[in-house]
């Protein structure tokens, strides 16, 4: 996993979530909707009753059993005249019902409903109905869970397609424009068009990048700010050794003409003065020279 390039990895991370999610819907509903399914069939039984029950009251017996027979044959749901049973404890029901009285999953559902005869006499309607929850349950779950599934399953590929393709798409922005960005393109930006993390991330590297571009320009001014004080540091050294060369050849040649008294140099009080000034003259192209060279201490406000 870890050697996977950003979209085959965003795809399986997004598409392993979305199906587990997918699964444990469809168990969830696999295992609920038996009860669901028994409470339905409760209220159908319930409602089937009450409305057949209405029907038949104030009719014959014959035609009862008769019409509750030829229900009976088209109808989940069995329905009898209730014979009499002197044990109010028991329930009794008909012999073709369908029903296995030994299943752990299978629901006996019945309803009993009092009804009045033409002659005037009581009689209970019953009303039977069987529901084998798990059977029914997985029966119906077949028909529609492996298309509801299946569906389900596409639709994450999508999405899983889609989300990982965007974010692909925006790390390969990224990297091809900090590229150009690294050739110091100044024209190169990235295109922000949100305001979520990854919006304020592109923000953020175009930030950096103005103000590296920035930070360029400024050491490239000082740069030849420095580039032209250094030739001027180089002119004014090369000006002042000529300056320095010329009043002490001339002092040497004073002092040995004074120290051998040739010619005219015998005057020494004459030419001692002169000594002084060439030398006063020295001290200060020194001092300049001095100055110059402690500018290499400056602070940058200070040497500008």
Not at 136 to 158: E, G, H, M, Q, R
Not at 187 to 205: A, M, P
Not at 226 to 233: C, D, F, P, R
Not at 259 to 276: L, P, Q, S, T
């Given at each position: 996993m870890e050697k996977l390039k950003i979209f085959p990895k965003m795809f399986i ?249 040739i010619g005219k140099y015998k005057e020494r009080d004459i030419y001692i003065n ?31």
């Amino acid at each position: 996993m870890e050697k996977l390039k950003i979209f085959p990895k965003m795809f399986i991370q997004i598409f392993s979530v979305l199906g587990i999610i997918i699964i444990l819907v469809h168990l969830l509903v696999f295992f609920i909707f038996p009860k669901t399914y028994l409470e339905t069939r409760k209220e159908e039984v319930y409602n089937k009753a009450n409305e057949i029950s209405s029907i038949m009251n104030g009719k014959e017996i014959k035609y009862i059993e008769q019409t509750l027979e030829l229900y009976s044959k088209s109808s989940e749901i069995k329905a009898f005249i209730k014979e009499r049973n002197n044990n109010n404890n028991e329930i009794q029901i008909k012999d073709n019902i369908d029903a296995n009285l030994e299943s752990n999953s299978n629901s006996l559902i019945i309803e009993e409903r009092e009804i009045k005869l033409n002659d005037g006499k009581k009689t209970y309607l019953q009303f039977v109905s069987t529901a084998d929850m798990q059977k029914d349950a997985k029966d119906l779950s077949l028909k529609f869970l492996p298309y509801s599934l299946l569906i389900s399953i596409l639709f994450s590929t999508i999405i899983s397609l889609i989300y990982a393709k965007l974010i692909k798409n925006n790390v390969q922005e990224i990297q091809i424009v900090t590229d150009k960005m690294m050739k110091l393109d100044k024209k190169i930006r990235l295109e922000v068009s949100s305001n979520d993390e990854v919006g304020e991330l592109k923000q953020q590297i175009n930030d950096l990048y103005s103000t590296l571009l920035r930070t360029i320009d400024d050491l490239e001014f000082k740069n030849k700010e420095i580039l032209k004080l250094e030739k001027l540091k180089y002119d004014f050294f090369k000006g002042a050794s000529h300056e320095l060369k010329t009043p002490l050849a001339s002092l040497k040649i004073i002092l040995e003409n004074m120290k051998y008294n040739i010619g005219k140099y015998k005057e020494r009080d004459i030419y001692i003065n002169e000594c002084i000034e060439i030398v006063d003259s020295l001290t200060k192209n020194i001092s300049q020279i001095l100055s110059v060279h402690s500018i290499e201490n400056l602070n940058n406000d200070e040497e500008y």
